[in-house]
Nanobody
């Protein structure tokens, strides 16, 4: 059974940093997409950064977070991370870890935008950034 468990959220001031973690259990081999999504208050869920594990490791990041957010994976520890730097108030959201183990291949736009394709989700962790 696949389970995703996020941690590391909190309240920080603008300009600060956080490191989100996601404990991944139950994904046993093969290629899949795994990444971070967020849902700001009153808005739809959006993709932040995704890793495609086929072949090497390919990462996709939303334009709004490039240069500030870094996704990484430690397969030995079954962990997914999101390092968030230079936080802005507009980064305030619930951040979710999600995995798509069914879709064989997606474009970057699909990987970040097609939340309906992700078949496993964590419960989310709140990030609040104050100005």
């Amino acid at each position: 059974q696949v389970q995703l468990l996020e941690s590391g959220g909190g309240s920080v001031q603008a300009g600060g940093s956080l490191r989100l973690s996601c404990k991944v259990t139950g994904i046993t081999g093969g290629s899949y997409y795994i990444g971070w999504f967020r849902q700001p208050p009153g808005k739809e869920r959006e993709g932040v950064a995704v890793i495609w594990t086929a072949g090497g490791t390919t990462t996709y990041s939303a334009d709004s977070v490039k240069g500030r957010f870094t996704i990484s994976q430690d397969t030995n520890k079954n962990m997914l991370y999101l390092q968030i730097n230079s936080l802005k108030p507009q980064d305030t959201a619930i951040y979710y870890c999600a995995a798509d183990t069914l879709t064989p291949m997606m474009t970057a736009q699909q990987a970040l935008g097609s939340t309906q394709l992700y078949n496993y989700w964590g419960q989310g962790t709140q990030v609040t950034v104050s100005s």
